[in-house]
């Protein structure tokens, strides 16, 4: 099973930026698709950015051209570098990993870190 710890969340203030980082107990490579979800306070879970094993990308509506996903395999690391950064991006951020293992798919998160944008 994959254990993943995010860092990197804080106080920032509106406009400023913020870059989080998502560290895997082990070996990235085959994990098909990492992904950063984030939830405010009475609101529902909501993909922010996601990465296939191929580098192909995907974005919510709301962080297109401001959020960028990464991820560095020889680190075991995803990162979410977050700029421009705007009240609404309140949040617990937290990471996922969606992988095949032992002939069923399965899914990783990490505990969530918190990021608070001050207007």
């Known amino acids: 099973q994959v254990q993943l710890v995010e860092s990197g969340g804080g106080l920032v203030q509106a406009g400023g930026s913020l870059r989080l980082s998502c560290v895997a107990s082990?070996?990235?490579?085959?994990?098909?698709?990492m992904g950063w979800y984030r939830q405010a306070p009475g609101k529902q879970r909501e993909l922010v950015a996601s990465?296939?094993?191929?580098?192909?990308?995907n974005y919510g509506d709301s962080v297109k051209g401001r959020f960028t996903v990464s991820r560095d395999n020889t680190k075991n690391t995803m990162y979410l570098q977050m700029n421009s950064l705007k009240p609404e991006d309140t949040a617990v951020y937290c990471c996922?990993?969606?992988?095949?293992?032992?002939?069923?798919?399965?899914?990783?998160w990490g505990q969530g870190t918190q990021v608070t944008v001050s207007s």
């Open positions: 082990k070996s990235i490579v085959d994990i098909n698709v």
């Open positions: 990465i296939t094993s191929s580098g192909t990308t």
């Open positions: 996922n990993a969606h992988y095949f293992w032992a002939a069923i798919w399965r899914d990783a």
